[in-house]
């Protein structure tokens, strides 16, 4: 219903000619369009006639997009069509800010998930650390020095949180795809690089240092004789 014809009209006649496709999911999301004769189409509508939405520019410095969108903004100031320029993932986010803040939005929703998951497996850690006090205990009675202990208990929690991501990531890269599909091509394809697997160590890391922590020392100043006392 944006475009009527001259008369009126909604109905609109075409020849299909053909179709074309994209073996890379990340591009095939920009193939979901309907090309069309440009001087036929203006010819027949009703308003916007000699009229374009927007231009797509190339240019050979990424770095420069800021400048050039200065410049062509620049170019049309004052004029009965000025323009506003900006580099297409900024285009393609002001299309999600008429939803809403989706930037604060995601960002609350993992940041109350990731304290959610924090507190969790805190405290499945430490409890599980209660519970196998007197075996450590015995590890300890056995030669393995409170530095071997700590360590033990600080590589079980590593090992959690490090599983934990990797399952994670995997199931981002997994559903990539069909999110790809599924903007239709209005928004910029989404991929994973190897950054993103970089700070998803770097953040399980963190995570094994804040949670392993606390339990690891209360093992590392373990008596033998006070934990074998307590859970007879």
């Not at 609109?12 to 994209?22: K, R, S, T, Y």
């Not at 800010?97 to 109350?112: K, N, W």
């Not at 033990?152 to 599983?163: H, K, N, Q, R």
Request: glycine share 8%; net charge negative.
């Amino acid at each position: 219903e944006i475009h009527a014809k001259s008369d009126g009209s909604l109905n609109w006649e075409f020849d299909l000619v053909g179709v074309f496709d994209a073996e890379d999911p990340a591009v095939r999301a920009n193939t979901e369009v309907v090309l069309i004769n440009v001087a036929h189409f203006d010819e027949a509508r009703q308003l916007g006639k000699g009229k374009t939405g927007w231009y797509i520019i190339r240019i050979a410095d990424v770095d420069q997009a800021k400048a050039v969108s200065a410049d062509v903004d620049r170019t049309f100031m004052n004029s009965p069509d000025e323009t506003k320029t900006a580099p297409e993932k900024e285009f393609a986010l002001g299309f999600a800010r008429q939803i809403g803040d989706m930037g604060a939005l995601v960002t609350r929703i993992l940041i109350a998930v990731f304290f959610t998951i924090l507190i969790l497996t805190g405290n499945t850690i430490a409890q599980s650390i209660r519970e196998r006090v007197p075996e450590l205990a015995i590890l300890k009675t056995l030669g393995f020095s409170n530095a071997a202990v700590t360590a033990l208990v600080l590589g079980e929690t590593a090992l959690l949180f490090v599983i934990g991501a990797g399952l994670g990531m995997l199931a981002a890269v997994s559903m990539l795809p069909v999110l790809n599909g599924a903007t239709g091509g209005r928004f910029p394809p989404l991929f994973v690089e190897a950054g993103t697997w970089l700070w998803a160590a770097a953040v399980a890391l963190a995570l094994t240092v804040a949670v392993g922590l606390p339990p690891a020392l209360r093992v590392h100043r373990l008596r033998i004789v006070d934990a074998l006392a307590g859970h007879r």
